[in-house]
């Protein structure tokens, strides 16, 4: 079974559009993140959720808009996409509950965007 | 700001062979975790092995075991008995004890040759 899932897993698309990126967990997890991974490989952390609640928003331009339906669910909806958003977005979960020091990340397959 | 360098952009090692990837981070917390991720081309994250900061003895993960030097604030990787599926990139990462967040270094390219 699929711990961590997103869709779609590749995604082209022209410049100005608006498009989302879904990712769902099964793994009971409290906490869900988004990270963006660029052409260099870099990766860095964009938002984090703690049960429907954003708790990290790493200046990350206000047409990238996350959204949590519920706990297992984490989506990322951006507006008026550029060349510059072309990367590889990942989503992630974690436990979150400190006292468990369960504090391992488990990623999902990533979704590679390409704006042209 | 916690940061994490990799300086090492690229390593290549023969089959069979151990190679060592360097990693340091920088933080003013004294518990804290650390990982070692791989990313084989599939890209997807695979976590390698991890390091609790409160932890004195390096963690080990069957081939794969850390020196972890607290004091120095160094994080190195070392593969024994290197095999052809362990190319990839590989990531060293620190996340605070409230785990809200993974810090990544640059990441290394790790080739096997046969």
């Known amino acids: 079974d699929t711990a961590v899932s997103q869709t779609p897993k590749y995604l082209v698309t022209q410049m100005g559009n608006d498009k989302s990126i879904k990712c769902e967990q099964n793994?009971?997890?409290?906490?869900m993140y988004w990270y963006k991974q660029d052409s260099k490989k870099f990766l860095k952390i964009m938002f984090s959720?703690?049960?429907?609640?954003?708790?990290i928003n790493e200046t990350v331009p206000n047409r990238f808009s996350p959204k949590s339906p519920d706990k297992a669910h984490l989506n990322l909806h951006i507006n008026s996409l550029e060349l510059g958003d072309s990367a590889v977005y990942f989503c992630?979960?974690?436990?979150?509950?400190?006292?468990?020091?369960?504090?391992?990340?488990?990623f999902g397959p990533g979704t590679r965007l390409t704006v042209t | 700001a916690q940061t994490v360098t990799q300086s090492q952009p690229e390593m290549s090692v023969q089959e069979a062979e151990t190679v060592t990837l360097s990693c340091t981070y920088d933080?003013?917390?004294?518990?804290?975790?650390l990982f070692w991720y791989k990313q084989p081309p599939s890209r997807q994250m695979i976590l390698v092995i991890r390091?609790?900061?409160?932890?004195?003895q390096n963690a080990t993960e069957n081939r794969f075991s850390v020196n972890f030097q607290k004091a120095a604030k160094s994080f190195s990787l070392k593969i024994s008995d290197s095999q052809l599926g362990d190319a990839a990139m590989y990531f060293c990462?620190?996340?605070?004890?409230?785990?809200?967040?993974?810090?990544f270094g640059e990441g290394t390219q790790l080739t096997v040759n046969p």
């Open positions: 992630a979960s974690t436990r979150g509950d400190i006292p468990d020091h369960d504090y391992e990340q488990y």
């Open positions: 959720y703690n049960n429907k609640e954003l708790i």
């Open positions: 933080t003013s917390e004294s518990d804290y975790y």
């Open positions: 793994l009971g997890h409290d906490t």
């Open positions: 390091q609790e900061a409160y932890k004195q």
């Open positions: 990462a620190y996340s605070d004890t409230s785990g809200s967040r993974l810090t």
